[in-house]
């Protein structure tokens, strides 16, 4: 029973350190980034892939080179132009910068958020963003959690790579303000049930981020999600019957939470649990209380 009870937590463990990965941002003031990641995440076909936005005066632009095409804000104009492609040699002027970003940010998609990529989050998540304040949301919906093999689509907010090194590192932490699991009880004499205080806690880990974005220090985001954890833990579920133990599916974990962050001088003097590097692309994990470099 140890050895089933046991891996069930590590499960609830790995499934919860994906499920309520921290929220890195890019600048939220750069109204090119919206347009580009909306563009990205809505034409993927013709926009393959997140690109690192390049500044060649008067040009903030992305690149891609698998189709050939630009996309790019004249900041000089205002104006979204695109090059190549479908649209040849000729530069078109698609739309005024502060038409699209009205556009984009009342159209409710996951896309409407320059904070983040989220081209590959679950469906159901939705993003919206208000000046320095980003909200996600289930809409009071639980939908499927990621699979935690996959960490490739797991992430709740991908972090877009900077252009250049900004030299600010961010500390981000988030806070549980309310929460709740229900498919799983416990009645083992002397022990409370441990999984919901297990996710709340994996929840609050506290990330550090290299080479953030000029504004990073300055943003909020709110979350209120709703996750359905039967199909990602069906795994360390097929070990039951446990004694003391029962799984009634569907198995849900609710939580609203905040993060916030602060400009700390290094990222490997603090207490964060991961470190990036936005610029690079570099990824720390603590262990034994050192960080340990992930290999890509």
């Given at each position: 029973?140890?050895?089933?009870?046991?891996?069930?937590?590590?499960?609830?463990?790995?499934?919860?350190?994906?499920?309520?990965?921290?929220?890195?941002?890019?600048?939220?003031?750069?109204?090119?980034?919206?347009?580009?990641?909306?563009?990205?995440?809505?034409?993927?076909?013709?926009?393959?892939?997140?690109?690192?936005?390049?500044?060649?005066?008067?040009?903030?632009?992305?690149?891609?080179?698998?189709?050939?095409?630009?996309?790019?804000?004249?900041?000089?104009?205002?104006?979204?132009?695109?090059?190549?492609?479908?649209?040849?040699?000729?530069?078109?002027?698609?739309?005024?910068?502060?038409?699209?970003?009205?556009?984009?940010?009342?159209?409710?998609?996951?896309?409407?958020?320059?904070?983040?990529?989220?081209?590959?989050?679950?469906?159901?998540?939705?993003?919206?963003?208000?000046?320095?304040?980003?909200?996600?949301?289930?809409?009071?919906?639980?939908?499927?959690?990621?699979?935690?093999?996959?960490?490739?689509?797991?992430?709740?907010?991908?972090?877009?790579?900077?252009?250049?090194?900004?030299?600010?590192?961010?500390?981000?932490?988030?806070?549980?303000?309310?929460?709740?699991?229900?498919?799983?009880?416990?009645?083992?004499?002397?022990?409370?049930?441990?999984?919901?205080?297990?996710?709340?806690?994996?929840?609050?880990?506290?990330?550090?981020?290299?080479?953030?974005?000029v504004d990073t220090a300055n943003l909020i985001v709110n979350s209120d999600i709703c996750l359905d954890l039967t199909e990602?833990?069906?795994?360390?579920?097929?070990?039951?019957?446990?004694?003391?133990?029962?799984?009634?599916?569907?198995?849900?974990?609710?939580?609203?939470?905040?993060?916030?962050?602060?400009?700390?001088?290094?990222?490997?003097?603090?207490?964060?649990?991961?470190?990036?590097?936005?610029?690079?692309?570099?990824?720390?994990?603590?262990?034994?209380?050192?960080?340990?470099?992930?290999?890509?």
């Amino acid at each position: 029973m140890k050895q089933h009870l046991k891996k069930l937590i590590q499960s609830i463990c790995a499934l919860a350190l994906i499920v309520h990965t921290h929220l890195i941002f890019a600048d939220t003031t750069a109204d090119a980034e919206t347009v580009f990641n909306w563009a990205e995440n809505s034409f993927p076909e013709v926009l393959p892939g997140h690109k690192a936005t390049q500044n060649i005066n008067p040009w903030l632009f992305r690149f891609y080179p698998e189709t050939g095409v630009y996309v790019g804000v004249n900041i000089t104009d205002n104006n979204v132009y695109v090059l190549g492609g479908p649209w040849g040699n000729n530069v078109t002027v698609v739309e005024t910068l502060s038409n699209m970003v009205n556009l984009i940010q009342n159209s409710g998609g996951n896309s409407s958020v320059s904070a983040c990529n989220t081209a590959n989050v679950p469906d159901g998540i939705i993003y919206s963003q208000s000046g320095n304040v980003v909200t996600v949301t289930t809409n009071g919906q639980c939908i499927l959690a990621p699979d935690i093999t996959d960490s490739a689509n797991s992430n709740i907010c991908v972090i877009p790579q900077q252009p250049t090194a900004t030299g600010i590192s961010t500390l981000s932490s988030n806070t549980i303000t309310s929460s709740s699991l229900s498919g799983i009880t416990t009645t083992i004499p002397g022990l409370p049930n441990p999984f919901q205080g297990i996710i709340d806690s994996t929840a609050s880990v506290k990330h550090c981020t290299i080479n953030a974005a000029v504004d990073t220090a300055n943003l909020i985001v709110n979350s209120d999600i709703c996750l359905d954890l039967t199909e990602a833990l069906a795994g360390a579920l097929s070990q039951f019957p446990i004694e003391g133990i029962q799984v009634t599916p569907p198995i849900e974990y609710a939580s609203t939470g905040t993060y916030t962050s602060q400009i700390v001088p290094d990222c490997f003097a603090t207490d964060a649990t991961t470190v990036t590097d936005a610029f690079t692309g570099e990824t720390w994990i603590k262990q034994n209380g050192n960080f340990i470099q992930v290999t890509n």
